[in-house]
């Protein structure tokens, strides 16, 4: 086994309300109790989207910060719980990844790690609350990327993402997951 040339060397929560929704929890009790199940929205209540910036690129090693922002749409729920969620992360590449692929590997593989991160702190602080244990679906962030190498936004019903805004600070990204 290998080490991986992308290694996180901090991170950090910006923003983080997490709240539980008792209202559709005790709703959904009593189409249970009712001998009804529940249904299933039709679509992945909540939202993502990723900014990068480069920090410092020297010879041999590539700094950037990666923020990944989840949250839920602001009419509803998610299996019972709100939450937004917006986490950094400072990330180095070391060896020999061609320059022209570094930014575009470090975007997707930046914003997986976090996005792991956050779902693991939504499971293990949903492990306590009266709804019970949420955990968010697995995604990919490949599509966040076009064929050029620019960041893409876009939803999961676009056939054709549009091109990806450049900010004073750096790409950005935002993709809806519905």
């Known amino acids: 086994m290998l080490l991986s040339p992308i290694q996180l060397i901090s991170?950090?929560?910006?923003?983080?309300?997490?709240?539980v929704d008792?209202?559709?929890?005790?709703?959904?009790l009593k189409e249970r109790a009712g001998g009804r199940r529940p249904k299933l929205p039709p679509e992945i209540p909540f939202e993502c989207a990723v900014t990068f910036t480069t920090l410092q690129e020297q010879e041999g090693v590539f700094v950037g910060v990666v923020r990944l922002r989840l949250n839920t749409k602001s009419t509803m729920t998610f299996q019972h719980y709100r939450f937004d969620m917006v986490?950094?992360?400072?990330f180095v590449i070391k060896g020999t990844v061609p320059t022209e692929k570094r930014q575009n590997l470090l975007i997707i593989n930046g914003a997986a790690v976090l996005f792991g991160i956050c779902r693991e702190w939504?499971?293990?602080t949903s492990a306590r609350c009266r709804p019970g244990v949420v955990v968010?679906?697995?995604v990919s962030?490949?599509?966040f990327l076009e064929q050029e190498g620019a960041l893409a936004s876009s939803?999961?019903?676009?056939?054709?993402?549009?091109k990806g805004r450049?900010?004073?600070?750096?790409?950005t990204a935002g993709r809806r997951l519905n």
């Open 22 to 28: 008792m209202a559709s929890y005790e709703a959904e």
């Open 136 to 138: 968010l679906p697995t």
């Open 87 to 90: 986490m950094s992360g400072a």
């Open 11 to 19: 991170s950090t929560f910006e923003r983080l309300t997490f709240e």
């Open 141 to 143: 962030f490949q599509d």
């Open 166 to 171: 450049r900010g004073k600070r750096g790409r």
């Open 122 to 124: 939504l499971r293990a």
């Open 155 to 162: 939803t999961v019903s676009d056939v054709t993402p549009s």
